[in-house]
């Protein structure tokens, strides 16, 4: 991550907490501040999605590239994975 970066994501962020009592928990309106800091939580959500897969089941008995699965079987799904292949 850009230096420059790091220190505006720092500086916005101190800013906020100044404006704090001791123990005051943040607000939506004190993170709606946080322009950079959102945009970073953003791009990270983007490149690592924080949900890892799920699950189907076969409504019918299905081949799929030459394999057979039966109905019932559940399919497991990797969207990092699948990311990969698009």
Known sequence: ?????????IAEQEQIAQSK??????????????KYS????????????????????????IEYDGYLIPKGWQVSSSLPILSLLI
């Not at 607000?27 to 946080?34: C, P, R």
């Not at 945009?39 to 019918?60: H, N």
């Open 21 to 34: 009592q001791k123990g005051e928990l943040l607000t939506w309106d004190d993170l709606a501040k946080m």
């Open 38 to 61: 959102w945009r970073v939580a953003q791009e990270t959500l983007r490149m690592v999605s924080p949900i890892f897969g799920g699950f189907r089941k076969a409504v019918k008995d």
């Open 1 to 9: 991550m850009n230096c420059m970066l790091i220190m505006v994501i």
